[in-house]
């Protein structure tokens, strides 16, 4: 299993561009989560989704959007890119067995907006 | 409200030092708490988990122990080595009614020499 993949590894945009950053997991996971992780802040929960076709925000969702088509897919798409949005994306992926379950990471995707 | 407060890094041991990383939490209800840790350039991966008052999770020669009393969970390992250079995330896990998630704490670097 190649578990969670993101892509790209980094990218640097331009304000107000807008780009989709990819991410994939092979474990056939219901529940998927997209991060951002800001220095010295630990990491914040911007959007996730409990299946196919279902989607919600979490903390900080302003200026992004996902979609869920697929239980394997989970994209998370920025619109118009402002500088507050750099930051290292991390996208993750858990199966609801009951209890406390793992949450299990992607490597990440470094962006830049200038 | 849910949070987590950890210990302000880095952390800067020499090889075979013994570890404390503190963790404290508030929290409705009785979460699971978990340590993750995020090796340089790597997304995070689960280390431990705690589901109840008093367990105590272990994984690598690291230990934490729930202390409901004190609402704590710190990391301790007796003996440090480099290749444990990375930031440890304390992060507590709620079970909302259809949904599962993690809160974390804003991390502790630990840099180790030989």
């Known amino acids: 299993n190649a578990g969670v993949t993101q892509t790209p590894k980094f990218r640097i945009l331009k304000i107000g561009q807008s780009m989709t950053l990819q991410c994939a997991q092979d474990m056939n996971h219901n529940y998927m989560y997209w991060y951002r992780q800001d220095p010295g802040m630990g990491l914040k929960l911007i959007y996730y989704?409990?299946?196919?076709?279902?989607?919600d925000k979490g903390e900080v969702p302003n200026g992004y959007n996902v979609s869920r088509s697929t239980t394997e897919d989970f994209p998370l798409r920025l619109e118009l890119a402002a500088p507050s949005q750099t930051s290292v994306y991390f996208c993750?992926?858990?199966?609801?067995?009951?209890?406390?379950?793992?949450?299990?990471f992607g490597p990440g995707t470094r962006l830049t907006v200038l | 409200g849910n949070s987590v407060t950890q210990m302000e890094g880095p952390v800067t041991l020499s090889e075979e030092a013994f570890l404390t990383i503190n963790c404290t939490y508030t929290?409705?209800?009785?979460?699971?708490l978990f340590w993750y840790v995020q090796y340089p350039g790597e997304g995070l991966q689960l280390l431990l988990k705690?589901?109840?008052?008093?367990d105590k999770g272990s994984n690598k020669g690291f230990e934490a122990t729930y202390r409901k009393e004190t609402t704590s969970f710190h990391l301790e390992k007796g003996s440090v080595q480099v290749s444990d250079s990375a930031v440890y995330f304390c992060a507590l896990f709620l079970m909302n009614t259809g949904f599962q998630k993690l809160v974390f704490g804003t991390g502790t670097r630990l840099l180790v020499s030989p």
């Open positions: 989704s409990v299946g196919a076709g279902i989607t």
């Open positions: 929290a409705t209800g009785y979460p699971s």
């Open positions: 993750a992926s858990s199966y609801p067995r009951g209890g406390a379950n793992e949450q299990f």
């Open positions: 705690a589901t109840k008052a008093d």
